[in-house]
């Protein structure tokens, strides 16, 4: 769904996906212009496993977790990689929107300086976003585990929102 957004044209893309899954995202990518696929994968992230130099992960936080950090004198900048209309619906008091789609150009705008908690609404664009953070060189970047689901769910008290009832 991202691909459109977040990949680039000029490069190549090499698919690495579930085994026997690896064709049809090929042929999804070229349904929305990406035919710049130099391969895949065989056997997808388990052919990485005796290659942890080839491989890199963010580190998770739940909601309780966030909600320990999130006041210390050197808390994380909480990142919503949600909509605007998404983070003005409601959004973690405190947090900075800056949606996904924008993020590769507008992540110079962010410190260096300070860990970066990402999340969205369930955590699947979090992911991504981390993901281009760690690609642009930021320090210590952390995925809230479950997104704002996770943090509503933990503490609805906490949510601001903005929606009228």
């Known amino acids: 769904v991202w ?22 995202a090929i042929v999804r990518l070229g349904r929305i212009g990406f035919d710049d696929v130099a391969g895949y994968l065989e056997g997808g992230m388990a052919a990485l496993k005796d290659r942890p130099d080839l491989v890199s992960s963010i580190q998770r936080l739940t909601a309780r977790d966030l909600f320990e950090i999130r006041s210390a004198h050197d808390a994380p ?12 619906e409601e959004h973690i008091e405190e947090s ?30 979090s992911a991504i976003a981390a993901s281009l953070l760690e690609q ?22 906490l949510t601001k929102s903005n929606v009228m009832v």
């Open 77 to 88: 900048l909480i990142l919503d990689v949600r909509s605007p209309r998404e983070w003005e």
């Open 136 to 157: 642009q060189g930021f320090g210590k970047i952390y995925d809230l585990v479950g997104g704002m689901d996770a943090w509503k769910a933990t503490f609805p008290q």
């Open 3 to 24: 691909a459109g957004t977040i990949l680039s044209q000029q490069a190549p893309i090499v698919v690495i996906a579930e085994p026997g899954t690896e064709k049809e």
């Open 96 to 125: 900075v929107n800056l949606p996904l789609n924008h993020l590769r150009e507008r992540a110079r705008t962010l410190p260096h300086d300070r860990d970066l908690v990402v999340h969205c609404q369930s955590g699947y664009r």
